[in-house]
Each structure stands twice: as structure tokens, then as C-alpha cells.
């Protein structure tokens, strides 16, 4: 067992130099697939998504007020399980969730689907991706745990931004540079085991830079057009029942699994844990989790 905190600083000292040679080294090996959070199919995702359904639906609850004849944009709706949830809220008129992954998009429609309920496929970041209809049509959006996979969030927050009518709300969640999801991903990146395996990987994992935030201010947002209504850090956990679930948790979100060939994948797992109970993202005995420093920002439209 090593100690983590000197381990992960020299894999974070890694991975900065990584970050220094510039953009055209996060070009990496997609193997055909969408350049996004790309560890899961969409099956396995549905269900080993319990941590992201509670946080999702808490937060909810805590700071939107659903109002008649709501329209609501979910970008980075995944697998649709959050879209459901608010289409049942009273008032809600419609919603709308959007993904870019197909096969996400696809599974949604299939298993996700209601009345009042749509699904398209688009790049939150790229807004030629989106339907002229978009436009001002949506008085809600949430974007819940999706922002840590895009690079470009200014792109992303205006492009969500055009999407709202006058004093639209959005809520989101988002993994900071402390948290200890990223601080796992950053030392698994940079693993001296396994980094051959990543070869030009390094971890889609863009954290809410630490830096825009203050006591309920983000310059970030405040460039893109809204007005905070509030922020903050959180930290959220959760129980699994065994040591499987929490690894079929941790399989959904790692992408660097993708790169690991099937028979060393049980090692490359092992190794994970021991960062992860290092990083305190996970317990000693692999039975909870633990999310912390994420960004829970609620904003209005200026
Ligand atoms: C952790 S999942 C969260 C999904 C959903 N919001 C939930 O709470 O279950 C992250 C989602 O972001 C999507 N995503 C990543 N990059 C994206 C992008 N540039 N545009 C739209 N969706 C994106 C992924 O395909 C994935 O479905």
C-alpha cells in the first residue's frame, strides 16, 4: 500500500505536463465511438446509475419549483431515467433530453419514453448540433453530471443559454478539480502500470475549474449570460450492497477501461480500488462511495 497523497501528487505532476503539450495530445484513440464518456453501453449504464438518480432527483427537489406549462431542457440526459422523473412533476409540460451519444439517445426512447417526453441526439458544446426549434423554447434545463465530460463549457452554457426563454432557469451538477471522482481519474490516467495501455488517452475528464468559483458567483457563468442564484460544493455518497455493484459503478464511469485489454481488466480494477480508497472515492471494504467537491449551481438567464 503506498502513501496516496505523495503518489497522487506525482501522478497529478504527470498529467499537468500532459495538459501543458497542448490540445493536440488529447487526441485520442476513439475506436470508432463518440469522443465522450464512452466506459458503458447504455444497458449497463441504466443500471448501475443509482448514485447519479438520488443525487439527480435531491437536487431537483431542492431548487427548482416547477411552474404550469414548463418546458424542460435536459442536456446530457443519458439514458432518460432524469427526464421521466420530470415529466411526472406537476406543471411540467414537456420535456426535452438530448445526448451525444446515439446508442444513450437510443435506449432513452426505448425505455424512457412518455407523452410529454423527447429525445435527439446533439453535442451540448456544438450548437449547429441543435434544432432551430430549440431556440428560447425551454423556461428550465439541467445538465446533471455531464459538464466534467466537455471541454468547452463557455460553448456549452451559451449554447444551453439560447435554448431558455427570458429568466430561464439551469441546474447543474458538475465534478470540480478536488473531487474525488477526478483525483481517481487524473491517478489512473498517469498509472505507470497502465498508461502504456492509454497510450495518447488521457482522462475526458474536464473538472468546473476550482478558480471560477465564489461565494455564489461563477465568473464562467456570469460571462455566459446568467445570473447565479446559488452555488456550491458538495459531497454526496452511497451504499452498495456488494463489492460487485460498487465495481459495476465504478465500470460505468471509468472510461479508461475501454483501453484495457479484457484479461488484465480484473488487475487494472484492482489497482482502481486501492487509488480509489487512496483518493477517499471509495471505502476500505469497496462498499461505499463517496463523490466529493461537486459544483451544484442553479442560475437564471440575465
Ligand atoms: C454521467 S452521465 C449523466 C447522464 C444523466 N444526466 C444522468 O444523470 O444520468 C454523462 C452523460 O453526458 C453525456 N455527454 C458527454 N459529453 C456530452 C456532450 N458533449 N454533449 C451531450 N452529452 C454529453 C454522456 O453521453 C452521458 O450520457
Given at each position: 500500500m503506498f502513501c496516496g497523497r505523495r503518489v497522487a501528487a506525482t501522478f497529478v505532476t504527470v498529467h499537468r505536463w500532459r495538459l501543458l503539450k497542448g490540445p493536440s495530445s488529447f487526441v485520442r484513440v476513439d475506436h470508432g465511438r463518440t469522443l465522450t464518456m464512452d466506459a458503458t453501453t447504455a444497458d449497463h449504464y441504466s443500471r448501475n446509475r443509482s448514485f447519479q438518480q438520488s443525487v439527480g432527483v435531491k437536487v431537483l427537489q431542492q431548487y427548482l419549483r416547477w411552474e404550469g406549462g414548463d418546458t424542460v431542457l435536459d442536456a446530457g440526459c443519458g439514458t432518460g431515467e432524469i427526464c421521466t422523473y420530470i415529466s411526472q412533476q406537476p406543471g411540467v409540460a414537456s420535456v426535452l433530453g438530448f445526448d451525444v451519444s446515439a446508442e444513450f439517445v437510443s435506449f432513452a426512447s426505448q425505455y424512457n419514453s412518455a407523452p410529454n417526453v423527447r429525445y435527439d441526439v446533439a453535442d451540448v458544446s456544438d450548437i449547429s448540433t441543435y434544432k432551430p426549434e430549440w431556440e428560447g423554447a425551454f423556461s428550465k434545463a439541467v445538465c446533471l453530471y455531464v459538464l466534467h465530460w466537455v471541454r468547452d463549457k463557455a460553448a456549452a452554457l451559451r449554447a444551453i443559454h439560447s435554448c431558455l426563454t427570458s429568466r430561464g432557469e439551469i441546474l447543474l451538477l458538475c465534478d470540480t478539480e478536488e473531487s474525488s471522482f477526478n483525483q481517481t481519474s487524473l491517478i489512473m490516467a498517469s498509472h505507470p502500470k497502465w498508461q502504456p495501455y492509454l497510450g495518447e488517452f488521457v482522462p475526458i475528464v474536464f473538472p468546473?475549474?476550482?478558480?471560477?468559483?465564489?461565494k455564489n458567483r461563477s465568473r464562467l457563468m456570469q460571462e455566459c449570460g446568467f445570473e447565479v442564484l446559488s452555488c456550491h460544493i458538495e459531497q454526496n455518497h452511497q451504499h452498495f450492497e456488494s463489492k460487485a455493484k460498487l465495481k459495476e459503478w465504478l465500470r460505468a464511469v471509468f472510461p479508461h477501461l475501454n483501453y484495457i485489454p479484457q484479461d488484465r481488466q480484473e488487475e487494472f480494477f484492482h489497482d482502481l480500488l486501492e487509488v480509489a480508497r487512496d483518493t477517499r472515492l471509495a471505502s476500505t471494504d469497496a462498499l461505499y462511495i463517496e463523490v466529493t467537491a461537486t459544483l451544484v449551481l442553479h442560475a437564471r438567464k440575465l
Open positions: 468546473w475549474p476550482s478558480g471560477d468559483l465564489g
